[in-house]
């Protein structure tokens, strides 16, 4: 049960096909064909990777309510922003959810959860490990669990 997050994949949305019309109107080397071919790649050589899925059974919930919901995974940005927020309003959540904050959110659970730093950049599909370092915020309580745990050996 692994998701897997590809080095490149062909894509028709209309964000890379709008990149596509300003990358070839300010350069005349490539065709419009050629920068389709070539658009989509992640962030970042860190972000192409697989993540387990099958770690916990509320997130297999999720994706299944998600497939069962939508036929594709959608590749626009807006699309799956739209997508998240629809998602989230059931949950009552006064605040604007959007995929960085729930990333961001999943690597501090995470991190409290005990992941140490690495694999956690692993996962999440940081570059660095000092991006990780930011967004790992312990908490009060995770501080004194983990010297209760040394302590107590």
């Given at each position: ?25 300010h ?10 071919e ?116």
């Open positions: 049960m692994l998701l897997r997050i590809p080095q490149h994949e062909l894509s028709e949305c209309g964000y890379c096909r709008r990149q596509a019309v300003q990358e070839t109107a350069n005349e080397e490539h065709t419009h064909e050629e920068v389709m070539a658009r989509w790649h992640p962030k970042t050589v860190a972000s192409a990777r697989s993540i387990p899925i099958d770690l916990s059974l509320r997130l297999e919930l999720c994706l299944e309510r998600f497939t069962d919901q939508y036929e594709s995974f959608p590749r626009s940005r807006t699309t799956v922003n739209r997508r998240v927020t629809v998602a989230a309003e059931p949950a009552n959540i006064d605040a604007r959810v959007y995929l960085h904050c729930l990333r961001a959110t999943a690597a501090s659970y995470r991190a409290y959860q005990g992941v140490a730093p690495v694999p956690l950049q692993a996962l999440i599909g940081w570059s660095d490990l000092a991006t990780a370092q930011k967004y790992i915020r312990i908490s009060e309580r995770a501080t004194t669990d983990a010297l209760r745990q040394v302590q107590h050996r």
